[in-house]
């Protein structure tokens, strides 16, 4: 069946170091992968878009790896500051027109 | 602010009624999505319009229907609501209608509660 994973567990990490978050797909051939941030009762927020020809986007702090053989893509925040506390989606396409699909997403707190 | 409003921000109701929830684009833009979001289920991709057209579907149920008028703001209409149907609704809107293409832009969404 077609999944997407994303770590269930939230991830805690101290100021100033880097967030590692995972996003592992099973039976999707996309041709693209797109990552959110969601704050408490509030919208996505679009945040990086990698194509799967790319394997690496940066956009300041972020960056997002793309590995269709291992089907997993990488989100990693540099520098992470509290103010980067969020739940953080990965999206891809299901090559069925604008359908997107969702991640659960995984929660992270950034302590000072 | 994403530009995106969604009307109304909460909405109490209960079982076996019907709502209407109102989302207006980004002025410019003319791709409209609608997404559900619950604790069990995540965001689910309801349905697409683009330009007054239905353009792509997802696990919508047949008690729900949405429309895009000619002034590009859309409605998504719940009927026979069920307990289960509890959630929320979130608005998105791109120029183009591909998602690789261009950002969808979501609203602050509506908070739906069926008692």
């Known amino acids: 069946s077609q999944k997407i994973e994303q770590n269930s567990e939230a991830l805690n990490i101290q100021e100033g170091k880097t967030a590692t978050l995972t996003c592992n797909y099973t039976?999707?051939?996309?041709?693209?992968l797109q990552w959110y941030r969601q704050d408490p009762g509030r919208g996505p927020v679009f945040l990086l878009l990698?194509?799967?020809?790319?394997k690496e986007k940066r956009k300041e702090r972020l960056k997002v790896t793309f590995d269709t053989t291992l089907k997993q893509s990488l989100f990693h925040i540099t520098a992470s500051q509290p103010a980067d506390s969020a739940t953080y989606l990965c999206?891809?396409?299901?090559?069925?027109?604008?359908?997107?699909?969702f991640g659960q997403g995984t929660e992270l707190s950034v302590k000072p | 602010d994403s530009g995106v409003t969604q009307t109304p921000k909460h909405l109490i109701t209960a079982t076996g009624q019907r709502v209407t929830l109102r989302c207006s684009p980004r002025s410019g833009d003319l791709s409209v999505y609608w997404y559900q979001q619950s604790l069990d289920q995540g965001l689910q991709f309801l349905i697409q319009?683009?330009?007054?057209?239905?353009?792509a579907k997802g696990n919508i149920l047949e008690r729900f229907s949405a429309q895009q008028f000619p002034d590009l703001h859309s409605e998504l209409n719940l009927s026979s609501l069920e307990l289960g149907d509890s959630a929320l609704y979130f608005c998105?809107?791109?120029?183009?209608?591909?998602?690789?293409?261009?950002?969808?832009?979501f609203g602050p969404g509506t908070r739906l509660t069926v008692l």
């Open positions: 990698i194509r799967e020809n790319e």
């Open positions: 319009y683009y330009n007054g057209e239905e353009r």
């Open positions: 039976n999707y051939s996309p041709a693209y």
């Open positions: 998105a809107s791109s120029f183009n209608p591909d998602p690789d293409a261009d950002t969808q832009y």
């Open positions: 999206a891809l396409d299901n090559n069925q027109g604008g359908k997107l699909i």
